[in-house]
């Protein structure tokens, strides 16, 4: 029976599964390994253990759902400000701030800004010192590059990926506009002896970037809008504008240049071609948001009907993507998006416009001078002393 029995069984193939998934774990450990010595690597100049701390901060606080909820201004101090990440990003007096729910404590830097302005794009924020010659780069964690200019600066912005302009009163000319990367290499520099530069905004794809510039002749000014290349020394266009007053120029996600005038909004492609004019049928501007990469923002002051403003909101194509009239004393617009907020004296109105029908929210506030939306939505306001986010209780008010 013992001898029958064993000529009975079936020999299998052996099981070459737990093999197999033995080797692609190895695999994926490797490549995490390598993945580590390559970040290592690269940013190996912000990797001090202060640095390592906090950015285990962070991902403890991402893990505990935590953001930022307050901040306190420091007393007797002009202060700038703008939503970065998860956060707000301060310039205040000599020192920059970027405040998050960190437990421990938030990033902080020096830098010398008599007249401290800031502009932000995704993962960095640029600082500079208005007619002053400091500029910096950061990022929530790192000072990333700080350089002390040869020349004045007029202005200053960042786009999303982190490329910037910098404006400058250069000697010798009546101005200057630089054009760098988001590693901080300079690009292109065009100098000019012809025109004043007001403003200069960096194209989303890095190498392009249009200058506002104005001549005056008589006692008029003219406004020019001219577009550069950072692989040519020729201007790609050069467009006259037809406008008195000129407050915004910044891209849109399209490339497009968005300008923000005194009697409309123009749109003009990469070529200098003007595509789009949204003008203000309803009312003079009196106040916008308007963000790199986004659709502004506009409230429009009716005229003769009182204390009304009416909130706009132009697309890409320039048409009116959202208008409605708000009644009371306007005090700030933010916006980010299809995300918007109006602050008024005693109230603060949120709209959500990103569903078939706006969604729109009145909370009670009192003694808020500004607001500001981040880029999830959320809106921060501010006061002449603390800045805090509108949170999802006051929200449901």
Request: aromatic content about 10%.
């Amino acid at each position: 029976m013992t001898s029958k029995s064993k000529g009975n069984i079936t020999k299998f193939r052996q099981d070459k599964r737990l093999a197999v998934v033995g080797g692609l774990r190895s695999l994926a450990l490797l490549g995490l390994l390598a993945t580590l010595v390559f970040c290592i690597f690269e940013y190996r100049e912000d990797l001090n253990p202060q640095n390592l701390k906090r950015i285990a901060s962070y991902l403890a606080s991402a893990g505990r759902g935590g953001e930022f909820t307050s901040y306190r201004f420091e007393s007797g101090l002009d202060s700038v400000y703008v939503p970065f990440e998860a956060g707000l990003a301060v310039l205040s007096g000599n020192t920059y701030r970027y405040v998050t729910a960190l437990s421990d404590g938030d990033f902080t830097a020096q830098m010398i800004a008599s007249n401290p302005a800031i502009s932000a794009g995704e993962k960095q924020v640029l600082l500079y010192d208005r007619g002053g010659k400091n500029l910096a780069v950061v990022n929530g964690y790192a000072v990333l590059w700080e350089e002390m200019l040869e020349s004045p600066i007029i202005s200053a912005e960042m786009n999303e990926a982190g490329d910037f302009c910098v404006v400058t009163d250069e000697a010798g000319y009546r101005a200057a506009v630089a054009m760098y990367d988001a590693r901080q290499n300079q690009l292109y520099k065009w100098y000019t002896s012809d025109y004043f530069v007001m403003l200069a905004s960096p194209a989303p794809d890095g190498q392009h970037f249009a200058a506002l510039c104005l001549r005056e002749n008589a006692g008029s000014v003219t406004f020019t809008l001219r577009g550069y290349s950072v692989s040519q020394e020729e201007p790609e266009f050069s467009v006259e504008l037809p406008v008195q007053a000129v407050y915004s120029l910044k891209h849109n996600a399209a490339g497009d240049m968005v300008l923000i005038c005194d009697d409309g909004v123009y749109i003009y492609d990469d070529t200098g071609a003007l595509t789009a004019q949204n003008t203000y049928t309803r009312g003079t501007l009196q106040r916008f948001s308007h963000q790199q990469g986004q659709m502004p923002w506009l409230a429009l002051q009716s005229e003769g009907a009182g204390e009304q403003v009416t909130l706009r909101a132009v697309s890409e194509n320039g048409e009116t993507a959202f208008e409605k009239a708000y009644g009371g004393s306007l005090r700030a617009v933010g916006g980010w998006g299809d995300q918007a907020a109006l602050l008024f004296q005693s109230r603060l109105i949120t709209l959500d416009c990103s569903g078939a029908e706006p969604q729109e929210t009145v909370i009670a506030v009192s003694g808020a001078r500004d607001v500001v939306t981040r880029r999830d939505g959320k809106h921060i306001l501010i006061y002449a002393d603390r800045a805090e986010l509108v949170t999802a209780g006051e929200e449901d008010q």
